[in-house]
């Protein structure tokens, strides 16, 4: 093998490394959004907050799956249970339900955008 299909193979591996990174904190996140909305869709007091965490479990599950594995999963939500407290537990919920409302507004930007377009 040459020099240069070596180097090019290393600095390949290198971008997939330091991609990958990202997504694996992303993924993290999204499975304490999904943990926070489960517990918050039986255990909120007010019924428009469990509603909003049911979506809430729907919108996280959906960016997991595929994602990560089974066995990711257990292993991550075995680590988030532990950092998912009665005292900051209000404020998780409250970034998550602000990441699944900025997805919204983006997808209702882009079907207005959209739907201006056929016009």
Same mark, same amino acid.
């Given at each position: 093998?040459?020099?240069?299909?070596?180097? *090019?193979?290393?600095? +390949?591996?290198?971008?997939?490394?330091?991609?990958? &990174?990202?997504?694996? %904190? @992303? $993924?993290?996140?999204?499975?304490?959004?999904?943990?926070?909305?489960?517990?918050?869709?039986?255990?909120?007091?007010?019924?428009?907050?469990?509603?909003?965490?049911?979506?809430?479990?729907?919108?996280?599950? *959906?960016?997991?799956? +595929?994602?990560?594995?089974?066995?990711?999963?257990? &292993?991550?939500m075995l %680590? @988030? $249970?532990?950092?998912?407290?009665?005292?900051?537990?209000?404020?998780?919920?409250?970034?998550?339900?602000?990441?699944?409302?900025?997805?919204?507004?983006?997808?209702?930007?882009?079907?207005?955008?959209?739907?201006?377009?056929?016009?």
């Amino acid at each position: 093998m040459g020099s240069r299909r070596i180097v *090019g193979l290393a600095a +390949g591996l290198t971008l997939a490394i330091a991609a990958s &990174a990202p997504a694996a %904190a @992303q $993924a993290t996140a999204d499975v304490r959004c999904l943990m926070a909305s489960n517990l918050f869709s039986s255990a909120a007091k007010d019924p428009k907050a469990r509603k909003l965490a049911e979506a809430g479990k729907y919108f996280f599950l *959906g960016r997991v799956s +595929g994602r990560i594995s089974e066995q990711q999963l257990r &292993a991550q939500m075995l %680590a @988030q $249970a532990k950092t998912i407290t009665p005292a900051n537990a209000a404020n998780v919920m409250q970034a998550c339900a602000r990441q699944m409302q900025s997805g919204a507004a983006m997808v209702d930007r882009v079907g207005k955008q959209l739907a201006t377009r056929k016009k």
